[in-house]
């Protein structure tokens, strides 16, 4: 688990389902693709990521990834 905090403007509650899609950006020179890319990343992965914010206190990304068991790792416990 990784998290990511900051104290900055916050994101208001009616925003935080627009975060990932496609072009949403408040930034006059966004593109918008920032969390786009960040969420298909860590999908690939089958991981997921989850905000929680504050408007005026800041924001909490967090993002989960699985851990991996190689096949040579089980081999032992299955002879
Ligand atoms: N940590 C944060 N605090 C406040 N708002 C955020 C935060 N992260 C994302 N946002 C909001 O989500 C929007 C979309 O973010 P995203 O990273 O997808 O694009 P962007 O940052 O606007 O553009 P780019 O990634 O090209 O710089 C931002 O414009 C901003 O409104
Ligand atoms: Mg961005």
Known sequence: ???FSDEGCGIPVDKLK????PFYTTKENGTGL???VSY???ENH???IHVISKVGKG???????PLSVSSKCLQ???Q
Request: proline fraction near 4%; aromatic fraction near 4%.
């Open 18 to 21: 627009k975060l990932g899609v």
């Open 59 to 65: 924001t909490t990304f967090t993002i989960s990834l």
């Open 40 to 42: 298909n990343i860590v």
């Open 1 to 3: 688990m990784i998290r």
């Open 76 to 78: 032992p416990a299955l």
């Open 46 to 48: 089958k991981g997921n």
């Open 34 to 36: 920032g969390l786009m």
